[in-house]
């Protein structure tokens, strides 16, 4: 794997979990409770995110680079943000 697809990977994963944490705080400062089951839902558009992004890793050439590196990132930041809302 080249240095720059593993550098867009770990931008997107690590803005997702600040890019959500930023919406929950302006949420609550909106006097708006958090929803239940929000963390199992964060997994289900993982795992979509973690199987897309296997098949067009599998499927499509190096013309869809960019495309590939987002649904990685989105899945690696799915898992990190639900690890930092149950931790």
């Known amino acids: 794997m ?13 803005a997702l979990p600040l890019a959500f944490e930023l919406s929950r705080r302006a949420s609550e400062s909106l006097g708006n409770e958090p929803l239940p089951g929000v963390e199992w839902a964060l997994g289900a558009l993982t795992l979509l995110f973690f199987v897309r992004a296997f098949a067009t890793e599998v499927s499509r050439g190096p013309d869809a680079d960019f495309q590939k590196d987002l649904q990685w990132g989105l899945a690696a930041g799915g898992v990190l943000t639900i690890l930092s809302r149950v931790v």
């Open 2 to 14: 080249r240095p720059v697809r593993l550098l867009r990977i770990v931008v997107v994963a690590v």
